[in-house]
């Protein structure tokens, strides 16, 4: 019976592990929308060290009523 009672401990275990990793995603991400952030795109990465957070800001709402952002633009390829 202790090999079950074993199971049981580490599946009880990986569960609070994930549950602590999703309540720390949404503290992180609570925390960006109170200094302002409007708008996250979340991508993970096999690539970064694991526990690692890296932020890449895009002002791509600065064109909200341009020609690009219209699609008129004009001498395009010049």
Partial sequence: MGGLEDMDDLA?????????????????LDSKTENGVS????NVSEGQQ???V????????CD???PW????VRNFGC
């Fill in 12 to 28: 009880a275990k990986k569960k609070d592990m994930q549950e602590q990793e999703i309540a720390d995603i949404i503290k992180m």
């Fill in 39 to 42: 708008r996250i795109k979340v």
């Fill in 50 to 52: 694991e526990g690692t």
């Fill in 54 to 61: 890296s932020t890449q800001y895009h002002h791509g709402r």
């Fill in 64 to 66: 909200v009523g341009s």
């Fill in 69 to 72: 952002a219209q699609g008129t």
